[in-house]
């Protein structure tokens, strides 16, 4: 990280002031004691970047106002990036904001902040990889605190250790394999039962298949049986139609034979009758 400038409102001694360090590699700080000096390049780089710095931020506002604002611009991973932090106390409770913004490759400012000052904040650290306590402990050595380190409990060298090395990040990753291993082991069983489920699927369409095979054949079966029963019905019908008109010829020979017998029985009933009509005559006469 390479602080390129920093911007103040009403910080401490300083109402407005802008210091440039795009240039700057290293350099010497002079000025009287209460001139600033800390107040604008420990306090005011800390406080934008962390929300803390030595003293209580509200006591950092310069005397007489309700107002105060620091604006940092760093170069950091091939990236510029402007932070602004403000903090105004006209209420009782308070007001603070914090602002993340990245330059594009137009040199506009484009905002890459959370939703709020938590997730603002959590955003810088990743960016810088480091905390306020890492950040004291190593780049910003605060005045009257060389030795935080060395007066430090064993567990907090360790944390502040594993902060600068970046091995806490290593604990992240493990805490997300368990997530990701617990994940994962949740699909695999979603996958396993929906598995088991498309198998027993698997399985009644087989059956169904089976059974639609049975009944192909049934229907094949009936179908032939219905073929042949039809061609018989066809037999029968032809039979039919044949002892029908059989029928038909015989019965018209049977009237014709009735029609002549009736003819021949009337001609002798006439013969008879003219026979007897004769005879009664002739004895008629003879009488």
């Known amino acids: 990280m390479k602080i390129e400038s920093i911007q103040l409102k009403n910080f401490g001694p300083y109402h407005e002031a802008l210091i440039p360090l795009e240039h700057v590699t290293s350099g010497t700080v002079c000025g009287q004691n209460g001139a600033g000096k800390s107040s604008g390049m420990v306090d005011a780089p800390l406080w934008s970047l962390f929300g803390k710095c030595r003293i209580q931020a509200d006591k950092m506002i310069t005397l007489g106002e309700t107002d105060m604002a620091v604006t940092l611009i ?3 991973n091939g990236q510029r990036y402007r932070i602004t932090r403000s903090r105004s106390v006209r209420t009782k ?11 594009d490759a137009d040199g506009q400012w484009l905002a890459i902040g959370g939703q709020n000052i938590a997730e603002t904040q959590e955003i810088i650290e990743d960016l810088l990889q480091a905390t306020y306590d890492t950040c004291t402990s190593t780049n910003f050595l605060i005045q009257g605190q060389f030795d935080q380190v060395s007066k430090a409990t064993p567990m907090q060298r360790k944390t502040l250790l594993c902060d600068i090395l970046g091995i806490a990040k290593y604990a992240d ?3 997300q394999s368990r997530l990701l291993g617990s994940r994962a082991e949740g699909e695999l069983g979603q996958v396993l039962r929906e598995t088991e489920a498309l198998q027993e699927a698997v399985g ?5 298949v089976d059974k639609r095979a049975v009944a192909s054949s049934l229907l094949s079966t009936i179908l032939l049986q219905e073929a042949t029963l039809q061609a018989e019905h066809q037999q029968v019908l032809i039979a039919y139609t044949k002892a029908q008109a059989q029928l038909e010829v ?6 014709d034979t009735d029609d002549s017998f009736l003819v021949t029985q009337v001609t002798l009933l006439t013969v008879s009758l003219a026979r007897k009509k004769a005879k009664w005559k002739r004895d008629t006469t003879e009488k």
């Open 74 to 76: 760093m170069a950091l």
């Open 93 to 103: 409770a308070g007001r603070s904001d914090l602002q993340l913004q990245v330059s």
């Open 173 to 175: 990753y493990a805490v």
């Open 204 to 208: 009644r369409f087989n059956r169904a």
């Open 250 to 255: 015989q019965q018209a020979e049977v009237r």
